[in-house]
Nanobody
């Protein structure tokens, strides 16, 4: 009922840039928080950046000043602009969305994940 489609990953040299996109579709009633997580090889998934509804944005210390999260509410899409990329940014990046769906007369809230997109930064 809900689909999150990510795009924009790839291979880039250190110092380069990439822009990730995550488009949300389906029987959406409302979208609350949107964010990006990443999972480096052999490590746990970690928060990279998030847009918290009514509050603003927050970033992992390791990406502050280099990454920018933004949202296009009209298109239900969240972006992650990544600049000055480093080899340690190499990971699978996942979109994460807190939203509500309408099923008949019922409104159900849940958290959904994208399929992940690989970002590889070479030194």
């Amino acid at each position: 009922q809900v689909q999150l489609v990510e795009s924009g990953g790839g291979l880039v040299q250190a110092g380069g840039s990439l822009r990730l996109s995550c488009a949300v579709s389906g029987r959406i009633f409302s979208i609350n928080d949107m964010g990006w997580y990443r999972q480096p090889p052999g490590k746990q998934r970690e928060l990279v950046a998030a847009i918290i509804s009514g509050t603003g944005t927050n970033y992992a210390d390791s990406v502050k000043g280099r990454f920018t999260i933004s949202r296009d509410s009209a298109r239900n899409t969240v972006f992650l602009e990544m600049n000055s990329l480093k080899p340690e940014d190499t990971a699978v990046y996942y979109c994460n969305v807190d939203l509500a769906i309408r099923e008949g007369l019922r409104i159900t809230r849940g958290v959904y994940w994208g399929q992940g997109t690989q970002v590889t930064v070479s030194s």
